[in-house]
């Protein structure tokens, strides 16, 4: 490079342009890269995210009304579920959080609102146990054997799972995290697979 050339580098203007533009394309790049993030990439803080989401595997039960639930009720929109017995401890505190975390959706109405909340037991729940907008449904524990064996934590208190629209889980939630962390999960998973 010639001298003049070099001295022409080292010109605060030109400086200044050069690092205005390494400047822009450093956010030009942090930008595109965060709208065009991978799964794997998925900011969340509380979810355990199932890579490949796992089908549900099918079963046979019944609502209180006496009506067929199976896997196809889980099929074109979201679903939170629980798989277990309200009368079992281990279960309580799931329910419990399945309540706190809907109410922590309200921060999201529309995705609140088109987000169901599912528990399926093998002993039908009693008239004292009914909450408001949650679906129920229980069957024999042999008809549920697949999906309680596939929900199952070993002795752990029941995990909150996450069921996309065709029927597969994509996140769990242990009872220990706090409601509002799971919503803003809930969020992120759902946003980042419409």
């Known amino acids: 490079m010639s001298r003049g050339g070099f001295h022409k580098l080292k010109s605060p203007w ?18 595109w890269g965060n709208q065009y993030k991978t799964p794997s990439e998925l900011e ?29 009720r889980f099929k074109g929109h979201w679903s939170l579920l629980i798989v277990g017995d309200p009368d079992d401890a281990l279960v309580n505190p799931t329910l419990a959080l399945l309540s706190r975390v809907y109410n922590r959706l309200a921060e999201f109405p529309d995705l609140q609102e088109d987000t169901r909340r599912v528990l399926i037991s093998t002993a039908p729940t009693s008239d004292a146990f009914r909450q ?21 934590t070993g002795g752990a208190p029941a995990n909150l799972h996450l ?7 994509v996140a769990l939630f242990t009872p220990d995290r706090r409601p509002a962390t799971i919503a803003a999960d809930i969020h992120s998973i759902i946003t980042a697979n419409p």
């Open 163 to 169: 069921i996309d629209p065709q029927a597969r889980i």
């Open 14 to 31: 030109l400086r200044l342009a050069m690092f205005a533009g390494a400047a822009g394309l450093f956010l030009l790049g942090y930008y």
């Open 44 to 72: 969340v803080s509380a979810a355990i995210v199932i890579r490949p989401p796992l089908p549900l595997a099918q079963f046979h039960a019944v609502d209180p009304a006496g009506h067929t639930f199976e896997l196809s």
């Open 132 to 152: 408001s907008g949650l679906a129920q449904a229980h069957a024999p524990a042999d008809q549920l054997s697949e999906l309680t064996s596939q929900t199952s």
